[in-house]
Nanobody, 114 residues
Framework: QVQLVESGGGLVQPGGSLRLSCAASTSIFRMNLMAWHRQAPGKQRELVASITNGGRTNYLGSIKGRFTISRDNAKDTVYLQMNSLQPEDTAVYYC????????WGQGTQVTVSS
């Protein structure tokens, strides 16, 4: 069973930055795709950013230019650098992996508020 552990969430003021990390219990090199999703209160979970094994990235339109997803295969870790955070970015952020199966982390809370 693959385990994904997120970290790096917290409370930040509007305009601030956070970097989320997702550490996998197995080699992420074997994963076809890694991604970050988020779920705000009362809303459906949505895909924020994804990165394939080949390094191709895809982003939700509202976060383009502000967030960057990256992966470090040597550390089995995926990152989400979030800049210029806004209150509407407040959500629980989940790490996701697609390999032989699909896997989810437990989530990390990001709150953007003054």
């Amino acid at each position: 069973q693959v385990q994904l552990v997120e970290s790096g969430g917290g409370l930040v003021q509007p305009g601030g930055s956070l970097r989320l990390s997702c550490a996998a219990s197995t080699s992420i090199f074997r994963m076809n795709l890694m991604a970050w999703h988020r779920q705000a209160p009362g809303k459906q979970r949505e895909l924020v950013a994804s990165i394939t094994n080949g390094g191709r990235t895809n982003y939700l339109g509202s976060i383009k230019g502000r967030f960057t997803i990256s992966r470090d295969n040597a550390k089995d870790t995926v990152y989400l650098q979030m800049n210029s955070l806004q209150p509407e970015d407040t959500a629980v952020y989940y790490c996701y992996a697609w390999g032989r199966g699909t896997y989810w982390g437990q989530g990390t809370q990001v709150t953007v508020s003054s």
